[in-house]
């Protein structure tokens, strides 16, 4: 069967803008969030506490989260890597952060400078500081479908990495097909192993880049298994810097159209959202990479 109502956790401000050649002004970003959250969006992820040398696109953070008119029901969770970052996150007033795990070896090197076992120790400690300060902690595991560098990526150690972050304290685990060449077949495999490896589907959200145009249906055999979050981004922006197969996730407004065809609840205006994303298309440049935005901005 399929879920009744699906929750879409929106991360086009954070891994869309995260990835574009030139920094966009900090006001763009702040009404880009407050157009989205216009839109129905009840979770935003608004940016990243990480090294400012290593993501330029978002040192802006403090400041963006400064600007934010913060709408009422929405939440704004960030990406944090370490303590550093928690530290910063504080500062800024957060109430919800991210953890990124790498399943792999190569891609923990390249994306955090720690090998694959030491990054659990630097997870750890945000992980624990977190909860302690009663905030909410997503865990995002990276590389889940195949990785650029090692190729394909065992399923047990997807599910082995996850179990790690619950067990530090994480309420959520999203699966990213970072270089978004896993298939349906390959969502089954991954999420049984993570089903078996302890992890409730419950707690399990999926994140798809669509760099070989498989993010929905990847993201129907997911709602088919029962997941009920989907990472998607608006316009399809994104991509990861450090994986430069990458390209943007899920668009936003193509999985709203399949939720509406499929009468799954989601909570966003369509409309609204288009607009939105032809919006920031105009502010950055370039057309939005999504179908359904290119089919219905006039
Ligand atoms: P490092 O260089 O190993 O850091 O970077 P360090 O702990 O050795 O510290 C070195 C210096 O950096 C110190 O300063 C720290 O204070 C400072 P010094 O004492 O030398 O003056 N520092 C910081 N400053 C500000 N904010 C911080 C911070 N941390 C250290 N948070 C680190 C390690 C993890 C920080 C670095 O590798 C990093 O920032 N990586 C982030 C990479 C990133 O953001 N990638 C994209 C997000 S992941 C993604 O997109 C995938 C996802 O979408 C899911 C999917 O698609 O699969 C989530
Ligand atoms: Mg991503």
């Not at 006001?27 to 157009?35: G, I, S, T, Y």
Request: aromatic share 6%.
């Amino acid at each position: 069967g399929l879920p009744a109502s699906v929750t879409i956790y929106e991360v086009g401000a954070r891994d869309g803008l995260q990835n574009e050649g030139t920094v966009v002004p900090v006001e763009v970003k702040a009404e880009f969030l407050d157009r989205l959250a216009g839109t129905g969006l009840r979770t935003l992820e608004a940016t990243s506490f990480v090294h400012p040398k290593w993501v330029p696109q978002l040192a802006d953070a403090a400041d963006l989260l400064a600007r934010l008119t913060r709408a009422p029901g929405v939440d704004y969770p960030v990406l944090v890597p370490n303590e550093r970052g928690l530290d910063r996150a504080l500062e800024s007033g957060v109430e919800h952060v991210a953890v990124f795990a790498s399943a792999t070896e190569t891609f923990a090197q390249r994306n955090l400078n720690r090998s694959l076992d030491a990054q659990f120790a630097m997870f750890d400690a945000v992980v624990t500081r977190a909860v302690a300060e009663g905030l909410r902690v997503r865990g995002y595991v990276s590389m889940c479908f195949g990785d650029p560098w090692e190729g394909a990526v065992d399923p047990a150690q997807v599910a082995a990495v996850g179990r790690r972050l619950v067990d530090m304290g994480c309420d959520q685990l999203s699966l990213g097909d970072t270089i978004g060449t896993g298939t349906p077949g390959h969502v089954d495999a991954v999420l049984d192993a993570c089903v078996a490896g302890g992890v409730p589907v419950e707690r399990l959200a999926v994140h798809f880049h669509d760099t070989y145009g498989q993010a929905l249906s990847n993201t129907l055999a997911a709602l088919r298994r029962g997941v009920t979050t989907v990472d998607a981004s608006a316009g399809g922006l994104g991509g990861c810097p450090y994986a430069e197969s990458a390209t943007g996730n899920l668009a936003t407004e193509d999985l709203v159209w399949m939720l509406d065809g499929l009468g799954i609840a989601h909570g966003v205006d369509l409309d609204a959202l288009v607009a939105t994303s032809a919006w920031m298309a105009g502010q950055l440049g370039r057309p939005s990479p999504s179908r359904v935005v290119r089919a219905l901005a006039g």
